[in-house]
């Protein structure tokens, strides 16, 4: 959306106010590592913003409280200046996000907000944009959502903004500069971040997509622009940022796409990007011995799918349209994978310290994991459940278990055996004998058991430090970031590294 609204307006203004640092180790380490804003900050905040015409400010649920202060802050110096929401937040929680500001959007907004804004600017009328609410003096206008973008409109769309010609809120000096290399590293290390394709066919109950598919029941159908576009928007950020050593895509299913389009990607990136990347979208239902050799081959350097639990009535509690065979079968392929062209061992998700699991269902699930073919690791989640998914309506019902306003970090596990034990598999694979002994402690989430902070420290450290070695053998920096590659990046030794493997 910045990058929209720079389109738009060359001269709009774009300012970045972080509230952590989610790849820095800290916050992996100590859990719910956030940056506090002040009443001070928001003064400040609002000094540099309550001068515009237009105030545009996208976020999800955990800023809320950040985004209610500024608006409030920036309405209370001036209260000519246009304030619009957008986001998933204002998506889920239209009636909430709308008493804090003037318009929000509940659509994707890149097409919402081009209708906007040509009316906002020529001094039209302008409450009846689909895809967007206006609180006005006669009440709040709910104009129903806009289509979802087309292929067409995927592919006319800005390359995303990624920190040219912007301000940052520093927390050392409590007001804004500007935004620097340093600052890229600091919050995204050496990889780029983007998503290629749109869209998910599952609708698993703690998803986001879950409660996005009650809106337009179109989100299911996955949505990508060409090849030619996205391998414009690599080069693009390559240019502006030329020690990017690593390229993620965070796509929901992109191992979904049409084998056919994965295969010219795949030969476009060889041949122009010649970067390691890494997918994030790795669904145990579409992963193929061809798919992965074909992505392997092209500079895919890890993977990560999502397992979640290895208890049937887990999966099916989650909603995961797989089966424990599925998921053993795609292991294999992405274990083979990992051997054949040394890559960083896959990253299989699992969401722990769920209420509902007993301690047959915990035992089920770990003998599960014990079995998958190495090698992997593991990414270990505490359940959380997010706004107006099947999950958090589970919870509502069922107030006797709600976990629905644990606002700390999924990375924030409870240090209980079961954790330990996720967190030593994920490392190596005990000998059968000791691994079955270390099952029969195993107790349920529904019981009391014994919390094992010191062990459960321990192991959570030795963890991220096997991982971090994982991806340094591989000189890759794609998962970590903070003021230490801050100075390593100063040293000149990646950019030096960089250099060698593009000219090879």
């Not at 060359?10 to 640092?21: D, H, K, L, Q």
């Not at 929000?104 to 409450?127: L, N, P, Q, V, W």
């Not at 996005?212 to 029941?217: A, C, E, S, V, Y």
Request: glycine letters at 6%; one cysteine or more; proline letters at 5%.
């Amino acid at each position: 959306m910045a990058a929209v609204g720079k389109q738009l307006e060359p001269r709009s203004e774009v300012y970045f106010v972080p509230t952590g640092n989610l790849y820095e180790v800290t916050s992996k380490l100590a859990s719910g590592a956030r940056y506090l804003l002040c009443a001070g900050d928001y003064e400040k905040i609002s000094d540099r913003l309550c001068d515009a015409d237009l105030l545009c400010i996208s976020s999800m649920s955990p800023a809320t409280d950040h985004v209610s202060k500024i608006a409030a802050a920036v309405k209370k110096k001036n209260r000519r200046t246009f304030i619009l929401w957008g986001g998933a937040h204002p998506m889920l929680y239209p009636q909430e996000a709308i008493e804090q500001v003037d318009a929000i959007c509940i659509s994707e907004g890149e097409t919402a907000f081009r209708k906007f804004y040509h009316a906002f600017s020529d001094g039209k009328e302008y409450s009846q944009t689909p895809g967007m609410w206006f609180r006005m003096g006669s009440g709040i206008i709910k104009n129903p959502p806009a289509p979802l973008s087309s292929q067409e409109q995927l592919n006319s769309f800005p390359h995303l903004f990624y920190g040219q010609e912007c301000q940052i809120f520093d927390y050392r000096r409590r007001n804004f500069r500007d935004f620097s290399e340093r600052d890229y590293i600091m919050y995204n290390g050496f990889a780029y971040r983007t998503i290629l394709s749109m869209g998910c066919a599952f609708s698993c109950s703690y998803c986001a997509n879950s409660g996005f598919l009650k809106i337009d029941p179109g989100y299911r159908a996955l949505r990508y622009p060409s090849v030619d576009y996205i391998i414009d928007e690599l080069k693009a950020a390559r240019r502006t940022y030329p020690f990017i050593s690593t390229v993620v895509f965070y796509d929901d299913n992109f191992i979904a796409l049409p084998f056919e389009y994965l295969k010219e990607f795949a030969l476009r990136y060889a041949q122009e990007i010649r970067l390691p990347f890494v997918v994030f979208g790795l669904h145990p239902n579409f992963i193929t011995e061809d798919k992965i050799a074909l992505l392997a081959e092209a500079g895919m350097n890890r993977g990560r799918m999502g397992i979640q639990s290895g208890s049937k009535k887990i999966l099916d509690f989650y909603n995961r349209a797989t089966t424990k065979e599925r998921i053993i079968a795609s292991a294999e392929i992405l274990a083979r994978a990992a051997r054949k062209y040394r890559m960083i061992p896959p990253a299989y998700d699992i969401i722990s310290d769920n209420p509902l699991e007993t301690g047959d269902d915990i035992r089920e699930s770990l003998a599960f994991i014990y079995g998958l073919k190495r090698p992997f690791t593991l990414t270990i989640f505490s359940l959380r459940a997010f706004a107006k998914t099947a999950l958090w309506e589970y919870f509502e019902n069922h107030p006797e278990n709600d976990i629905r306003f644990n606002a700390t970090s999924y990375l924030d596990t409870r240090a209980t055996f079961t954790n330990i034990l996720l967190y030593l598999l994920a490392i190596a694979k005990p000998p059968p004998r000791l691994f079955f002994w270390l099952l029969k402690h195993i107790r349920g989430n529904n019981e009391k058991q014994r919390r094992h902070l010191v062990l459960h420290k321990l192991a959570k450290s030795l963890y991220f430090l096997s991982r971090g070695l994982a991806h340094l053998r591989r000189f890759d920096f794609s998962n970590m970031s903070g003021a230490w590659l801050v100075v390593f990046y100063n040293c000149s030794l990646v950019f030096r590294r960089s250099k060698r493997v593009n000219s090879a």
